[in-house]
């Protein structure tokens, strides 16, 4: 019975290492996330600009 009990509480600190590990990965991806959200909106902004001084050429 004590190895069981041994075995559950080694599996529980186990669970909460992976759940603070998997927390690290979430907050990089979100970071990553508004990354590339913000690249994309400089993107379309430039194009947007882009076309904007190809009119004024014409």
Same mark, same amino acid.
């Given at each position: ?5 041994? &075995?559950? #509480?080694? @599996?529980?600190?186990?669970?909460s290492?992976?759940?603070?590990? !998997? ?7 979100? &970071?990553? #996330?508004? @990354? ?9 902004? !430039?194009?947007?600009?882009a ?5 004024? #050429?014409?």
């Amino acid at each position: 019975m004590e190895d069981l009990a041994s &075995a559950t #509480t080694n @599996v529980a600190e186990r669970l909460s290492m992976i759940f603070e590990k !998997a927390s690290s990965i979430n907050s990089i991806v979100e &970071a990553i #996330t508004k @990354v590339s959200d913000q690249t994309n909106l400089l993107s379309v902004n !430039a194009a947007i600009e882009a076309e904007k001084a190809g009119d004024m #050429t014409v």
